[in-house]
Antibody
Framework: EVQLVESGGGLVKPGGSLRLSCAAS????????MNWVRQAPGKGLEWVSS????????YYADSVKGRFTISRDNAKNSLYLQMNSLRAEDTAVYYC????????WGQGTLVTVSS | DIQMTQSPSSLSASVGDRVTITCRAS??????LGWYQQKPGKAPKRLIY???SLQSGVPSRFSGSGSGTEFTLTISSLQPEDFATYYC?????????FGGGTKVEIK
C-alpha cells in the first residue's frame, strides 16, 4: 500500500525557516518524481514544486521560487521541502504527492506563519 | 502558464441528481488531466486520471471525458457521500495548475 507521511509543520514567525519531510513507503520511491502541493485555509489547491526521480529536474511555482528548495534522499525514501523567508501567505497545509500524474497524497502538515 | 477555468464554483443538488463539472484549459493539454475529490480536513483523492480513466476503487457513477482544452467530470447519480469539493489538475506542463474547485452541496 502506498503511504506518504508528512512531518515538520508548525508555527513560525515571518522571515523564519522550516523544513518539511515526507516519508514514503509501499512503492519504489527512487522510480517516481514527487511533488509538494499546498492549500491555504479555506482556499483551493496550489502546486508548489516537483523533483524528478534522480533529482535531475526541479521545478517551482513563481510564488516560492528563490525561497523554497525541494530535495530528496532515495536511500531514505524521503522527500523534503526547505522553506526560507517565510511569509504570512505561505500559511497552508502542505501535501506531498506522487507523480507522474499526482495519484497518491499524504495527509498533509500545517504550516502557520504568524508573529 | 496554463490556466484551468473550472465551473461552476459551487452547485446545489439532490441525491440522485446528475451533476456535471467542467474545466477549460487555456491551451491544449492532450489528456493530461485528473479529477480529485476533497472532503473537509482530508487530503484530495484522485477519481479520474488521463481525463477519462476511472481510478481503481472509485464508484462507476463517476466518469470523465474530454481532451485538448475541454474536460468534464460527471456524477451520474449523486450519493450522500459525494458532497465534497472537486478539483481538476493539469499535469501536461510545469507549473502544474489546478482549477478553482467546485463545491457540491446538498439542496
Amino acid at each position: 500500500e502506498v503511504q506518504l507521511v508528512e512531518s515538520g509543520g508548525g508555527l513560525v514567525k515571518p522571515g523564519g525557516s522550516l523544513r518539511l519531510s515526507c516519508a514514503a513507503s509501499g512503492f519504489t520511491f527512487s522510480s517516481y518524481s514527487m511533488n509538494w502541493v499546498r492549500q491555504a485555509p479555506g482556499k483551493g489547491l496550489e502546486w508548489v514544486s516537483s523533483i524528478s526521480s534522480s533529482s535531475s529536474y526541479i521545478y517551482y511555482a513563481d510564488s516560492v521560487k528563490g525561497r523554497f528548495t525541494i530535495s530528496r534522499d532515495n536511500a531514505k525514501n524521503s522527500l523534503y521541502l526547505q522553506m526560507n523567508s517565510l511569509r504570512a501567505e505561505d500559511t497552508a497545509v502542505y501535501y506531498c504527492a506522487r507523480d507522474p500524474s499526482v495519484d497518491y497524497w499524504g495527509q498533509g502538515t500545517l504550516v502557520t506563519v504568524s508573529s | 502558464d496554463i490556466q484551468m477555468t473550472q465551473s461552476p464554483s459551487s452547485l446545489s443538488a439532490s441525491v440522485g441528481d446528475r451533476v456535471t463539472i467542467t474545466c477549460r484549459a487555456s491551451q491544449g493539454i492532450r489528456n493530461d488531466l485528473g479529477w480529485y475529490q476533497q472532503k473537509p480536513g482530508k487530503a484530495p483523492k484522485r477519481l479520474i486520471y488521463a481525463a477519462s480513466s476511472l481510478q481503481s476503487g472509485v464508484p462507476s457513477r463517476f466518469s470523465g471525458s474530454g481532451s485538448g482544452t475541454e474536460f468534464t467530470l460527471t456524477i451520474s447519480s449523486l450519493q450522500p457521500e459525494d458532497f465534497a469539493t472537486y478539483y481538476c489538475l493539469q499535469h501536461n506542463s510545469y507549473p502544474f495548475t489546478f482549477g478553482g474547485g467546485t463545491k457540491v452541496e446538498i439542496k
